[in-house]
């Protein structure tokens, strides 16, 4: 697995909290037919960094992915598991090395063109043939060869048992392209794009992405707009707060800050002005890491005494004003699996007197100097702020003499991979909404964290047993034991786990369906009048 951070963020990136005033929270799910309604505009402050499924990671990519392609599986709203779509059926056949799906009858590609699983053949070939930096490759890398015995059956045989494929097909990594529009050994970067998804893209610039309803579409989809604008306003969220404000964007997602959601939801001009706040489901999370071949980081009693001090309701409360939960384990909640080993072992408030015994029974008497590492540019500028207040907290015990210390993206994961820091953030948003992606790419083999840590029970046992079972819930007596297992050795502490907001403006219905933990932000849901 390949370092993949790309598609995170603070719980929300900086914001509108000047422009915007609102009406409370909430909307109701539309329940008209295709192509309802009317054309909506969204907002959003991420960058679409790739129109080809074959190179893009980020939020702003997957966003279109996701309404463009189909996949053969997909996430219903809400649920987390996955689902068929552009299949009729799927399933493991003899364990969990061989997966079948049969393709619906009469799929059609945007531009007309039949889809067959010939296309679904290239589409997985060609992302793994191009390997590119910031494609899904590693997300596929279980397979090992694709048959396909007639135009609607597909057979994947992989590698080793992977009980998690259905879902890490029902991603963006598992869109279908049209084998006759891309090259099989090389990116498309003429900004176009052609899937079967429930919409099609009709235009691309820098400036914004047009969206209309698919006619040859066919799926689980019911689409309730004629189309979707969406406009990129690349960090500019005082100029999304405007639009929003004005009526030039409908709705506002991935752009607000902690103080922006805490203000309009509180607001004493609630009804007033037709803006309202719609809260989701998230999976997102954040950590410390520790790297555990530091010096300092490196002694089980400073982590120790991390995890006694470190007081994250504090954290939510104050610096993220009640957008995020405090998180208590490398699980989040909502997903199946998930425990809360480290309130367990370290309780859920400031415990000064336990982390001074850790750290004396190590014969650790002097205050422990230790830096905080951040990176705003990636994380969101309450990275900054939240690392100040974990090293306020450390120093008001009399135990650490802590301070913070920021640089930019690229020279952090330098800097990481290089052994640098002691002590780093990191977030996560979920590929799929599965413990193995909240396991596996942290402590699996090449893991993304850069702190040396390495369980060979865990790596070489507890993930391998987890992934070879096809009933997920049947692997939580395992995740359970890999996460006390993580809690004890503390080469991470969980900080907090992330709720999804979007704002809107007029009668919009739907968005409460586009909001949940599989992180798929559905067009097809939000209906405007």
Same mark, same amino acid.
């Given at each position: 697995?390949?370092?993949?951070?790309?598609?995170?963020?603070?719980?929300?990136?900086?914001?509108?909290?000047?422009?915007?005033?609102?009406?409370?929270?909430?909307?109701?799910?539309?329940?008209? @037919?295709?192509?309802?309604?009317?054309?909506?505009? /969204?907002?959003?402050?991420?960058?679409?960094?790739?129109?080809?499924?074959?190179?893009?990671?980020?939020?702003?990519?997957?966003?279109?992915?996701?309404?463009?392609?189909?996949?053969?599986?997909?996430?219903?709203?809400?649920?987390?598991?996955?689902?068929?779509?552009?299949?009729?059926?799927?399933?493991?056949?003899?364990?969990? +090395?061989?997966?079948?799906?049969?393709?619906?009858?009469?799929?059609?590609? @945007?531009?007309?063109?039949?889809?067959?699983?010939?296309?679904?053949?290239?589409?997985?070939?060609?992302?793994?043939?191009?390997?590119?930096?910031?494609?899904?490759?590693?997300?596929?890398?279980?397979?090992?060869?694709?048959?396909?015995?007639?135009?609607?059956?597909?057979?994947?045989?992989?590698?080793?048992?992977?009980?998690?494929?259905?879902?890490?097909?029902?991603?963006?990594?598992?869109?279908?392209?049209?084998?006759?529009?891309?090259?099989?050994?090389?990116?498309?970067?003429?900004?176009?794009?052609?899937?079967?998804?429930? $919409?099609?893209?009709?235009?691309?610039?820098?400036?914004?992405?047009?969206?209309?309803?698919?006619?040859?579409?066919?799926? #689980?989809?019911?689409?309730?707009?004629?189309?979707?604008?969406? +406009?990129?306003?690349?960090?500019?969220?005082?100029?999304?707060?405007?639009?929003?404000?004005?009526? =030039?964007?409908?709705?506002?997602?991935?752009?607000?800050?902690?103080?922006?959601?805490?203000?309009?939801?509180?607001?004493? &001009?609630?009804?007033?002005?037709?803006?309202?706040?719609?809260?989701?489901?998230?999976?997102?999370?954040?950590?410390?890491?520790?790297?555990?071949?530091?010096? /300092?980081?490196?002694?089980?009693?400073?982590?120790?005494?991390?995890?006694?001090?470190? =007081?994250?309701?504090?954290?939510?409360?104050?610096? $993220?004003?009640? +957008?995020?939960?405090?998180?208590?384990?490398?699980?989040?909640?909502?997903?199946?699996?998930?425990?809360?080993?480290?309130?367990?072992? *370290?309780?859920?408030?400031?415990?000064?007197?336990?982390?001074?015994?850790?750290?004396?029974?190590?014969?650790?008497?002097?205050? /422990?100097?230790? #830096?905080?590492?951040?990176?705003?540019?990636? *994380?969101?500028?309450? +990275?900054?702020? &939240?690392?100040?207040?974990?090293?306020?907290?450390?120093?008001?015990? !009399?135990?650490?003499?802590?301070?913070?210390?920021? /640089?930019?993206?690229?020279?952090?994961?330098?800097?990481?991979?290089?052994?640098?820091?002691?002590?780093?953030?990191? !977030?996560?948003?979920?590929?799929?909404?599965?413990?193995?992606?909240?396991?596996?790419?942290?402590?699996?083999? !090449?893991?993304?964290?850069?702190?040396?840590?390495?369980?060979?029970?865990?790596?070489?046992?507890?993930?391998?047993?987890?992934?070879?079972?096809?009933?997920?819930?049947?692997?939580?007596?395992?995740?359970?034991?890999?996460?006390?297992?993580?809690?004890?050795?503390?080469?991470?502490?969980?900080?907090?786990?992330?709720?999804?907001?979007?704002?809107?403006?007029?009668?919009?219905?739907?968005?409460?369906?586009?909001?949940?933990?599989? #992180?798929?932000?559905?067009?097809?849901?939000?209906?405007?009048?």
């Amino acid at each position: 697995m390949k370092a993949r951070f790309k598609r995170t963020t603070a719980p929300l990136a900086a914001g509108l909290s000047a422009v915007l005033l609102a009406s409370g929270c909430g909307s109701e799910q539309g329940d008209g @037919s295709d192509g309802e309604g009317v054309r909506v505009a /969204v907002g959003i402050s991420d960058d679409v960094l790739a129109t080809d499924p074959a190179d893009g990671y980020d939020p702003g990519s997957w966003l279109l992915f996701n309404n463009v392609f189909q996949s053969l599986m997909s996430f219903p709203k809400g649920g987390s598991t996955p689902q068929p779509e552009a299949a009729e059926k799927c399933g493991f056949e003899g364990g969990s +090395t061989v997966y079948q799906c049969t393709l619906r009858e009469g799929l059609k590609f @945007s531009n007309g063109n039949d889809l067959t699983s010939e296309d679904v053949k290239f589409s997985f070939e060609r992302a793994l043939k191009i390997a590119s930096d910031s494609g899904p490759g590693p997300l596929l890398s279980t397979i090992d060869s694709i048959e396909t015995p007639d135009d609607r059956t597909v057979v994947f045989k992989l590698k080793v048992p992977d009980a998690t494929f259905p879902s890490k097909i029902a991603s963006g990594a598992g869109s279908i392209v049209d084998h006759r529009e891309y090259e099989a050994g090389s990116l498309r970067t003429d900004g176009k794009a052609v899937g079967s998804g429930p $919409y099609q893209l009709d235009s691309f610039t820098d400036k914004e992405a047009v969206f209309s309803v698919n006619p040859h579409y066919k799926g #689980t989809a019911e689409v309730r707009n004629t189309g979707v604008t969406l +406009t990129f306003f690349r960090g500019n969220q005082k100029e999304l707060g405007t639009a929003l404000k004005s009526g =030039d964007v409908d709705v506002a997602y991935r752009g607000l800050t902690a103080q922006d959601i805490d203000g309009l939801q509180s607001s004493l &001009e609630a009804g007033k002005k037709g803006i309202e706040v719609v809260e989701g489901s998230s999976a997102e999370v954040q950590h410390l890491v520790f790297n555990v071949k530091d010096p /300092v980081a490196g002694k089980l009693a400073v982590r120790q005494a991390f995890a006694y001090l470190v =007081d994250r309701d504090a954290l939510v409360r104050d610096v $993220y004003k009640g +957008t995020a939960e405090p998180l208590h384990s490398i699980i989040p909640a909502g997903i199946a699996g998930h425990n809360t080993a480290y309130f367990d072992l *370290y309780g859920g408030s400031p415990q000064p007197n336990k982390a001074r015994k850790a750290l004396r029974d190590a014969g650790i008497d002097d205050k /422990v100097k230790i #830096t905080l590492w951040s990176t705003p540019s990636r *994380y969101g500028p309450a +990275t900054d702020l &939240e690392m100040a207040a974990i090293a306020q907290q450390l120093n008001k015990s !009399g135990l650490f003499q802590a301070d913070v210390k920021s /640089v930019e993206f690229e020279q952090y994961e330098k800097d990481i991979q290089a052994g640098k820091y002691g002590v780093y953030v990191k !977030g996560w948003v979920p590929d799929y909404p599965d413990a193995d992606n909240f396991t596996q790419p942290f402590f699996g083999e !090449g893991n993304v964290l850069g702190n040396g840590y390495v369980n060979k029970e865990i790596t070489g046992k507890m993930i391998p047993e987890t992934a070879a079972v096809a009933d997920r819930s049947a692997t939580g007596d395992i995740f359970g034991k890999l996460q006390n297992k993580v809690a004890e050795e503390l080469p991470i502490l969980p900080l907090w786990q992330g709720k999804q907001y979007a704002v809107y403006n007029g009668n919009i219905t739907g968005l409460e369906w586009t909001l949940d933990a599989s #992180t798929v932000f559905r067009f097809w849901e939000i209906k405007k009048g």
